[in-house]
């Protein structure tokens, strides 16, 4: 039965063009746990007759006479595109709503300092850490910097073409803006941040915002570059661990509000 969740989880919930990773674990943790309760449900069903509609459904849609709105996503498998083909050739009248027309975010792309990329900083936080992959830009992309991808999401690391060009688009941020994470900034989702503290800590680094616990219990904290990027990375506990964060929080001070001038944690 194990087997047959997991399967169900990579055509269903993934998809026949996605990844695992591209889906929000706690989701997919839901549809597996929901997934595993049909199959437990159902074990006995055999020997139930099963009587088809006779004509079947999708033969009688032309019986429709109200408006119909279709939705066809980028990532259905072909059995769905199919269904949607034939509603939309039978229903009338009737109203397409293609999704496959809008994209997802593909790509974050920043300009770095040259000292920056060959130190390999950016490709040691985002391979070791956040298990992003190296990734090949198109082969035109002639000028230096790095690609790393992670499912379906990208991030460009760019040399700038004119020294201290980067510096210069480096905002100035104020210290209460930064400890909140008022700023402009990437963001991460993490399994964990004990490992990112652990790293921190063993180069004597702290993080420049955070922590703070969410109301809807995401725990963040946020990080400067080199270049004066800032990257908040990004927790999703559940209320028994977000709670005991708050109280930790709480006793130790450290936690910050949710803006300036802003009070609470």
Known sequence: ???????????????PRGEAGDVDPAVRDLVRQMQRRAFEVTAGWDDIEERELDPAALDRLTEIRVPTLVFVGPLDIEAVQQAARQALNDLDPWRHHDFRRYHRR???????????????????????????????????FTFPGAYFKRGGAEVHVVVETEPDRTAQLRQDWSEEELRTGYVVHFALRVDSLDPYRRSLAERDLQPVGGPRIRADDVEQIHLVDPDGYVVELMCFHNEATANRRRTELAVSGEGVPIAPGHKGC
């Open 1 to 15: 039965m194990g087997d047959a969740v997991e399967a169900s989880l990579t055509w269903w919930v993934d998809g």
């Open 106 to 140: 593909h790509d974050d792309a920043a300009p770095c300092s040259p000292l920056r990329l060959r130190s390999g900083k950016d490709a040691g936080l985002l391979h070791r850490r956040t298990g992003h992959e190296g990734d090949r830009a198109p082969v035109d």
